[in-house]
């Protein structure tokens, strides 16, 4: 693995780790009340599904008591949710998400959906795909945990699909560092500062 985007990942987390109970719940209010208008403006349709994560500990969106208040919005203004499935080194699988109900105890600490897997071709049904991020830049580049789950699902949606990364205010960076593989993503969500598109 490149030893620069290990460094990165680990002081982000770092930085992540020290937020308060306080500013993780603004966080996720503020991303589950944006995320109306951050649809309007990605134009997305309404009538294709919309690929999201369970987040997690420190990242941007999870709860001190585990609520999810972003996947309860979306399912609130009638989006059809997909989730992530982890399937070993293969792209990403994904399920439909309605409730909490609906979630168990996945690899890496994570809560995956349990109701009937689409494969991972269905994230091409998707019209807007939104992506964990430890940072992204202003041009679209995305650093992730460093799994390459996201590297290798994202090549499969289809032209119209919109990926936008998830990143706590603080984590646009002017740059970081790229490899071939890295798939770059259309625009970048801030819980406060909202949504930037990427050149
Ligand atoms: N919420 C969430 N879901 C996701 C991702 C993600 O980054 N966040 N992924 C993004 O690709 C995929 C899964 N890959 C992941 C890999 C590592 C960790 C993680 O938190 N690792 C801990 C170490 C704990 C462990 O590995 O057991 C860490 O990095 O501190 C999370 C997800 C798909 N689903
Ligand atoms: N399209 C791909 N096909 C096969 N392997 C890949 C692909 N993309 C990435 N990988 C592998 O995954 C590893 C991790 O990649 P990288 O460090 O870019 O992950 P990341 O984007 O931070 O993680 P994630 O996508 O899980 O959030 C790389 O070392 C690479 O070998």
Not at 23 to 45: C, F, H, I, K, T
Not at 161 to 186: C, F, Q, S, Y
């Amino acid at each position: 693995m490149n030893a620069s985007k290990a460094e990165l990942r680990a002081q982000l987390l770092a930085r992540r780790r020290e937020r308060s109970e306080a500013a993780r719940w603004q966080d996720a209010a503020n991303l589950a009340a944006s995320l109306p208008g951050v649809l309007d403006s990605l134009g997305a349709d309404p009538a294709r599904p919309l690929c999201l994560y369970v987040p997690v500990r420190s990242e941007p969106g999870a709860t001190p008591d585990g609520s999810l208040p972003l996947l309860d919005a979306a399912v609130a203004i009638g989006r059809r949710v997909l989730l992530p499935v982890v399937t070993g080194s293969a792209p990403l699988d994904w399920a439909g998400f309605r409730d909490r109900g609906d979630l168990v105890p996945g690899p890496h600490g994570l809560l995956e959906p349990s109701r009937r897997r689409e494969g991972p071709a269905a994230i091409a049904s998707a019209g807007v795909v939104v992506v964990p991020a430890l940072a992204a830049t202003p041009d679209g580049v995305r650093l992730g945990r460093g799994g390459g789950h996201y590297d290798r699902s994202l090549p499969l949606v289809s032209g119209s699909t919109l990926v936008v990364a998830v990143v706590a205010d603080d984590e646009l960076l002017p740059e970081l560092p790229v490899e071939p593989h890295d798939v770059r993503v259309h625009a970048v969500w801030r819980p406060t500062a909202g949504l930037i598109g990427t050149a």
